[in-house]
């Protein structure tokens, strides 16, 4: 009888240890909802990554839960005495929007519906309305969120002019329960005044849906549950998703719409590991029906991700990373387990998918200055290295952020190459190209291309700055036959693979040459929290195949605010 109780007493024990070490990251004020990739938390945190300020954060994958954000802001908070100037008042407005979960209060919150001194110009974090019960744990946030939009763009080549102006207003609420389970919803409409041309240098709406069709445009709805246990995160709903350094994303980025998802993160001492698979919009046709009226038939189509990120000391961040594509059939339980091989997976299916190899790394050992590479490879010859063969696909994505001049002025500099191989993204299978309704997952830029980028970012006050950049673009095209089918297949379309007759080498940038040069400019001015007035001016000369010149001047003048 005495052993039997010695034993029980171990297996509590246990228990005890367990839930304590599982539930030991999270926060007591903890909220398991995550930050919106555009917030600008996300260059703060990764110039104070620069800097030494704070341990074995990594910007590869964004978003980032509030949790995770609290505990490097605490670390800031702790070495406040080493930013300049306009770094602590930045870091100021940063404990304001993160008040409840660093110090459990919503002193420095304002509320429009049932608040006493709601006040528009004030320094404060503004919500229409919020709820916080401590002793259930249960707190709701609301938002209005609107934007205006000028757009103007001179073609000098064409002599011609176009522009438009873009209202849009949408809602946004969040919250959590017990402090580890989280949700949140985004959903608005907009409207266009102006010419639909200049309306569509707005990236977000080559892909909308309704304003493609019906001319009127609604907000790119958002909506997840998350549960953050700490140690293990879990999200399930649809929000942006960006992977890969610096501003032009080799691997998701801003491109292409965003797209529902089951999101799990693992996180102990130095090891991470990550994973999600979502579905995304295929191959689309119509199908006319007389008595009907016809509808849209779209492929099925999936993507899954999963990597493992080691910290090799604080300052040294390496991982692997596997993704896979598929489609043509319903989801596939292969590819749902975070823990097998894709590409085993991909041959125990028979080859019909498109399996992909990541390899990262980030390196800020030098203070002041961030070193990050990346390398995606879609498919391995290994027998063809060194030769042009067509098989052989890489990404090789490198540059470095400084922040040498830190103590001496506030000034950033970022310098990044990306260079993408004949039919890379492409697959021979239409259904497992790398996109999404269309669109590149990652970026802008097409197979067969290279991208020299660089940019200064000034930082005149935590409410002003100023950043000016150059990227240098180079593209080798598909040639084109007169009634645009194409003429040689050199792998420079996304959307076209290599197919049996197209020859079996591909030497990088051949076939028609393009050059695109931009000189762009932005200033953001915060006049007070939660408003910002941006203006962004971009100057392109592009030498485009078929001897088209172009030199286009683009205008965007935008004001966003949040209530």
């Known amino acids: 009888m005495k052993h039997k109780i010695i034993k029980r007493t171990g297996i509590t024990r246990f228990r005890i240890t367990f ?101 528009f110009l004030s320094q404060g974090e503004k919500y229409l309305y919020f709820v916080n019960d401590t002793s259930k744990k249960v707190n709701l946030f609301f938002n209005s969120v609107g934007a205006s939009q000028a757009i103007y763009a001179n073609y000098n080549e064409q002599g011609r002019e ?63 549950l998350t549960a953050d246990l700490g140690l293990v995160k879990v999200k399930f709903g649809r929000d942006r998703m960006n992977i890969g350094y610096g501003p032009v994303k080799a691997v998701l980025g801003n491109n292409a719409p965003i797209f529902d998802n089951l999101y799990l993160k693992m996180h102990y001492k130095s090891v991470e590991v990550s994973y ?51 489609g043509g059939r319903s989801l596939d339980i292969n590819y749902i387990n975070p823990f097998i091989l894709y590409k085993t997976a991909q041959n125990n299916n028979k080859d019909r998918d498109n399996s992909i190899v990541i390899l990262d790394f980030n390196n800020k050992s030098i203070k002041g200055l961030k070193i990050y590479g990346l390398l995606f490879m879609d498919d391995i010859q290994v027998t063809k290295f060194g030769s042009p063969y067509w098989g052989n696909q890489f990404i090789y994505n490198v540059g470095f952020l400084s922040n040498n001049l830190y103590k001496i002025v506030p000034l950033d500099f970022q310098f990044e190459y990306i260079r993408i191989d004949p039919y890379v993204y492409t ?60 003429k040689k297949n050199v792998g420079g379309d996304l959307l076209s693979g290599h197919r049996s007759s197209d020859s079996r080498d591909a030497p990088f940038l051949d076939g028609d040459k393009e050059v695109t040069r931009m000189f762009s400019t932005k200033m953001v001015y915060q006049p007070f929290k939660d408003f910002f007035f941006e203006g962004r001016l971009q100057y392109k000369v592009q030498s485009l195949q078929k001897s088209i010149n172009n030199k286009n001047l683009e205008i965007f003048l935008t004001m966003n605010f949040k209530l």
């Open 19 to 119: 839930f304590i070490l599982f539930f030991s990251a999270v926060n007591l004020f903890g909220q398991a909802e995550y930050v919106l990739a555009n917030n600008p938390v996300y260059d703060f945190l990764e110039r104070m990554e620069t800097l030494h300020n704070i341990q074995r954060y990594n910007s590869l994958e964004i978003p980032k839960s509030r949790n995770e954000i609290t505990v490097y802001l605490r670390e800031i908070i702790n070495n406040r005495k080493k930013l300049d100037n306009a770094d602590k008042k930045l870091l100021i407005d940063f404990e304001a929007e993160f008040e409840l979960e660093l110090y459990g209060t919503l002193k420095k919150s304002e509320k429009l519906i049932g608040g006493d001194h709601y006040n």
């Open 276 to 326: 999600f698979h979502g579905k995304l919009i295929g191959n689309t046709s119509y199908l006319n029906n007389t008595i009907t009226g016809g509808s849209n038939v779209v492929q099925e189509k999936y993507i899954g991700y999963h990597r493992i990120g080691l910290n090799i000391s604080d300052d040294f961040n390496i991982g692997a990373a596997e993704m896979i594509i598929y």
């Open 427 to 486: 697959n021979r299978l239409p259904r497992n190209t790398f996109d999404n309704d269309g669109f590149g997952l990652a970026s802008f830029m097409q197979p067969n291309s290279e991208l020299f980028f660089a940019q200064l970012n000034y930082r005149f006050t935590n409410r002003l700055n100023l950043a000016a950049s150059f990227s240098y673009y180079v593209h080798g095209a598909n040639p084109l036959n007169p009634d645009g089918t194409i």
């Open 162 to 224: 176009i522009s438009a102006t873009i209202w849009q207003m949408q809602l946004q609420i969040r919250g959590s329960f017990f402090n580890k389970i989280g949700f949140f919803y985004r959903g608005g409409n907009g409207y266009i005044f102006g010419q639909r041309e200049a309306a569509l240098l707005k990236q977000e709406l080559k892909y909308n849906y309704k304003y493609r069709n019906f001319g009127s445009f609604d907000m790119t709805t958002a909506g997840y």
